[in-house]
C-alpha cells in the first residue's frame, strides 16, 4: 500500500528544535519528500531523501530515514515563527511518479 | 516569476456548471501533475504528463474530469457538471526527468467552490 502517516499537531517553543514524524507502508518506496504549506498557498519543497540514504542535512533541516521501521523524520533546528506551517510528508516509487502524501502536521511556533 | 503558474486562482460556481482551471508549468519541465487537495488532507494524485501524453490517471479522475496538455507546455484541467463534492484546491506541479529525485514543484493552486 501507499499509506502515509503523520501526527497531526506539533507546538513548539522558538528557538527550540522540531520534530516532525511520518511513517510509510511501502517498502519500494524510493524517495521520501518533505513539503511545506503555508495558509491559502501552495506547496514549496523543502528537502527529499532517497532511500538508500540514512541521513541528509541542508541547513536547518535534517532528514532521518529507518528504512527497516519504515520511519521518517524532518528536525528543524532553531525554530522560527516563520516555520509556523503544516509539513507533509510524501513518497514515490520507482516508475511510479505519483507523489502520495500524509494528511500534514501542523506546526506551531509560539513565542 | 519563473515558478508554476494557475488560473484562476479562486473559482466559485453553481452545481451544475463546467469550469475549466489552467496550470503554466516550470518552463522546461516536461512533466506535469494535477493533485487535489480538501480541507484537512494532503494532496492526492489524479493524473500526469509527460510532454503532451496522459499517462497515468487515478480512480479519483470520474468521467466528468478530462485533463489535456496539447502541446507539451501548459494545462487544462476541466470539470463538467460540478457537484458540491467537487470543491476543492486543484493543485498543479512540474517536475524535469533527470536521474535525480523527480522534485515535484507546486503553483499556488486553484480554490474551486461549487454552491
Known amino acids: 500500500g501507499e499509506d502515509v502517516e503523520q501526527s497531526l499537531f506539533l507546538s513548539v517553543r522558538e528557538g527550540d528544535s522540531s520534530v516532525i514524524n511520518c511513517t510509510y507502508t511501502d517498502s519500494s518506496s524510493t524517495y521520501l519528500y518533505w513539503y511545506k504549506q503555508e495558509p491559502g498557498a501552495g506547496l514549496q519543497l523543502l528537502t527529499y531523501i532517497f532511500s538508500n540514504m540514512d541521513m541528509k542535512q541542508d541547513q536547518r533541516l535534517t532528514v532521518l530515514l529507518n528504512k527497516k521501521d519504515k520511519h521518517l523524520s524532518l528536525r528543524i533546528a532553531d525554530t522560527q515563527t516563520g516555520d509556523s506551517a503544516i509539513y507533509f510528508c510524501?513518497?514515490?516509487?520507482?516508475?511510479?511518479?505519483?507523489?502520495?502524501f500524509g494528511a500534514g502536521t501542523t506546526v506551531t511556533v509560539r513565542a | 516569476d519563473t515558478g508554476v503558474s494557475q488560473d484562476p486562482r479562486h473559482k466559485i460556481t453553481k452545481r451544475g456548471q463546467n469550469v475549466t482551471f489552467r496550470c503554466d508549468p516550470i518552463s522546461e519541465h516536461n512533466r506535469l501533475y494535477w493533485y487535489r487537495q480538501t480541507l484537512g488532507q494532503g494532496p492526492e494524485f489524479l493524473t500526469y504528463f509527460q510532454n503532451e501524453a496522459q499517462l497515468e490517471k487515478s480512480r479519483l479522475l470520474s468521467d466528468r474530469f478530462s485533463a489535456e496538455r496539447p502541446k507539451g507546455s501548459f494545462s487544462t484541467l476541466e470539470i463538467q457538471r460540478t457537484e458540491q463534492g467537487d470543491s476543492a484546491m486543484y493543485l498543479c506541479?512540474?517536475?524535469?526527468?533527470?536521474?535525480?529525485?523527480?522534485?515535484?514543484?507546486f503553483g499556488p493552486g486553484t480554490r474551486l467552490t461549487v454552491l
Open positions: 506541479a512540474s517536475s524535469l526527468r533527470t536521474s535525480g529525485g523527480n522534485e515535484q514543484f
Open positions: 510524501a513518497e514515490s516509487i520507482a516508475n511510479d511518479y505519483k507523489l502520495s
